[in-house]
């Protein structure tokens, strides 16, 4: 019997490869990344952690989408743009990104040429991976009426638009640049001709696309690029401003591409007046996401990458739009989530929400679940789950968020308890670098008028060194990449240029906790003042010269609670490098400082003033170096000194104990006052003049 034609050797083995199924290496794939996520939770999450099981929630979605949910057919083809047509539409999203037009009427006939051009190939734009830049940048740019030209093009293709991975960012730009306008006309409706068609209001538009949605919400929930676009979309019925970054955080990628527009009005989604069939229409499309829901499918959204932030919203929503009461309804979000009452370790709630603290996706879901449900809900979830338990909870990557959402809510006596139980863990946290939970530890003792002396007694000892607390320590000056002097004229010369110091998340988080301690009076503000004022002028200029360190000294010389003798030590320590610090990108900005610093200490303004005037060749060829002088108005100070001095002192005000400039004491000639001075006063007074008179200033 003829044996089967084989190859052999490395052809024939590469042939094989080839002809392995798709299913295998998909199911190969997921195995792996389903094996890997595991073996990473077990190295982080204690023993009775209930993990999110990934690969049985994807079978739970596809379920329930196959089952539940109606589908949308295939996505239709638009057709595509010619040569010519893409080239001219490359060439016009290339004007307006550089906005290479005389004036406001140039660019607006410029628009309107392209929209001529454009009509009929809308949806080919849209969907264009090359011309949808410029199909979004004309949105932002529109007017109400070409914008609602644009609904009507996209009217009945939303459903497919919105999954598109180039159209979806156009309908967001699209809703984001109509929601202003349907605030407007609430307060002026659009003006109707007699006998002519009627002009559609924003409102209908918009209730329009959504009616061609609704019907597949729970397909789209998890859509990778439509659940982005219904997000926006939600943001926008509800009222809420997009500019909020927790808000952003849940609606936009980290990979999006920002297309900038230069426009003089343009618009942004701040908090709105929305009609009340936008409210009603939020409340339908958030009970027409989720009904049908059971517990578990639900459950599963939480570990879903686009179902999670868009969960995260419908939550958020429903909590702040309807009520805390809408937790109490058995068809709500929360309610489907943790149905359990009361919540426990042992119930399925209890497990659920162990589950999420550990899971990168799951655990931002419990965030807004702990930012946001009623009192009477988080108190249980807080006495049952997390009382006693912070300070371990807080040693992991990913819990640590959750317990910083947590510290926010709880009461007087429960904080006092937490920062009890904080204090052992705060020398591993900080070796950890969990310093976020430190700060908001700090932050809340601050509201809630609690005590911050053992923080302020742990953080010492987790930070000490030889002479006791060291700020270098917290701020990370000995770690590699800390700042030096940079002898290239590019970090001082460009406006935009930064240092080339590699980007530390360490040195980002100590520096943020050494401006929340100083923040507040007391133990923890001390240490942060006492330590700045020991450390030397070399040290002072290397943390001045840091991007991130030199945030912190800029803190403190311009704290409310930072005394006068804290500020004349601190700046004291830069005297005779006042020119070289004002030419760096970062210590600039300490010179900046300096000035706030200064009040009550008019004679080492002056003294400060004096070396920038030094150093002014070197100020006026350097960008930054230009701002300091601009800053310092040094224009002023050259060419009228005694000018300069009076709006220095009015500036500052008596600072408590202002110290005066003994030249610039204002007498009258023949007011009382000046009958009365003393010797020191009147020969103070001769010395003013006759320096005047010499300078021709007076």
């Known amino acids: 019997m003829p044996k089967e034609g084989k190859k052999r050797g490395r052809r024939g083995e590469k042939k094989r490869k080839l002809e392995q199924s798709d299913e ?8 792996h990344k389903h094996d890997k996520s595991h073996s990473h939770v077990e190295s982080t999450a204690p023993a009775d952690f209930v993990p999110l099981e990934n690969g049985q929630h994807q079978d739970n979605l596809e379920t329930q989408d196959a089952t539940s949910y109606s589908q949308p057919g295939e996505m239709p083809f638009y057709g595509m743009l010619d040569e010519e047509e893409q080239e001219y539409f490359k060439r016009a999203d290339e004007m307006l990104e550089l906005n290479d037009f005389a004036n406001a ?5 410029f628009l309107a040429n392209v929209y001529k051009e454009a009509e009929g190939k809308e949806l080919k734009l849209a969907n264009s991976q090359s011309c949808s830049r410029l199909m979004e940048r004309l949105i932002r740019l529109s007017t109400a009426d070409q914008l609602k030209g644009l609904f009507g093009k996209f009217s009945t293709h939303f459903l497919h638009l919105v999954q598109h991975r180039f159209a979806s960012h156009c309908c967001e730009a699209l809703f984001i640049q109509g929601a202003p306008v349907v605030t407007a006309e609430m307060l002026a409706p659009p003006f109707q001709s007699t006998g002519e068609e009627p002009i559609p209001s924003m409102e209908s538009l918009f209730l329009q696309a959504i009616h061609e949605l609704e019907e597949f919400l729970g397909y789209l929930l998890t859509d990778k690029f439509a659940s982005h676009t219904l997000r926006v979309l939600l943001v926008v019925l509800s009222g809420q401003p997009l500019e909020q970054s927790a808000s952003k955080s849940m609606i936009q990628s980290k990979k999006k591409e920002h297309i900038t527009v230069h426009s003089s009005n343009e618009l942004t989604l701040e908090q709105r007046k929305v009609p009340e069939s936008f409210l009603a229409a939020l409340q339908d499309f958030i009970s027409k996401c989720v009904s049908g829901l059971d517990t578990t499918y639900i459950r599963a959204l939480a570990s879903h990458p686009s179902g999670n932030p868009t969960i995260q919203l419908l939550l958020q929503l429903e909590l702040t739009q309807f009520g805390k009461q809408k937790a109490k309804d058995e068809n709500s979000i929360i309610h489907k989530l943790l149905p359990d009452d009361p919540i426990t370790p042992e119930n399925d709630s209890g497990k659920f929400i162990n589950g999420m603290l550990y899971d990168s996706v799951g655990s931002r879901l419990l965030e807004t679940i702990i930012e946001h449900a009623p009192g009477k809900t988080f108190k249980s979830i807080y006495r049952q789950m997390f009382k006693g338990k912070l300070g371990t909870l807080s040693k992991n990557d990913t819990a640590s968020y959750v317990v910083s959402k947590i510290l926010i809510r709880l009461s007087k006596d429960d904080l006092a308890d937490a920062v009890q139980e904080f204090c052992p863990q705060i020398q591993l946290l900080v070796d950890r670098n969990r310093t976020v939970v430190i700060k908001t530890l700090i932050e809340r003792c601050a509201v809630r008028s609690v005590d911050p002396t ?34 290239d004229p590019a970090y001082t010369d460009s406006p935009t240029s930064n240092k080339p110091n590699t980007k530390d998340p360490e040195k980002l988080h100590g520096s943020l906790l050494a401006q929340t301690m100083l923040t507040i009076p007391g133990p923890t503000s001390d240490l942060i003042f006492d330590s700045l004022a020991q450390l030397g002028t070399p040290l002072s200029i290397s943390l001045a010269k840091d991007s991130t360190a030199s945030r912190t000294i800029q803190a403190a010389l311009s704290a409310p609670i930072a005394s006068v003798i804290f500020r004349r030590k601190m700046i004291q320590q830069f005297y005779g490098h006042i020119g070289e610090l004002a030419l760096d990108p970062s210590a600039s900005r300490v010179i900046d400082a300096i000035w706030a610093g200064t009040n009550g200490l008019a004679f080492i303004r002056e003294r400060i003033a004096e070396e920038l005037a030094e150093n002014e060749a070197a100020l006026r060829e350097s960008f930054v170096g230009r701002a300091v002088w601009r800053n310092w108005r040094m224009d002023l100070y050259k060419r009228k000194r005694h000018d300069w001095v009076l709006e220095s002192r009015k500036s500052a005000g008596d600072g408590g104990g202002f110290l005066a400039f003994p030249e610039t004491e204002l007498v009258v000639d023949m007011g009382k006052e000046n009958r009365h001075m ?20 007076w």
């Open 454 to 487: 053992p923080i302020a007694t742990a953080i010492e000892a987790a930070y000490s060194g030889p002479k006791g607390f060291e700020i270098t320590h917290l701020l990370r000056l000995n770690k590699t990449g800390s700042a030096a002097p940079s002898t």
């Open 678 to 697: 003393s010797a020191i006063d009147k020969a103070r007074l001769k010395h003013a003049r006759d320096k005047g008179k010499g300078e021709g200033e």
């Open 105 to 109: 009427e140039d660019r607006s006939i």
């Open 24 to 31: 295998e290496i998909e199911h190969t794939h997921k195995k």
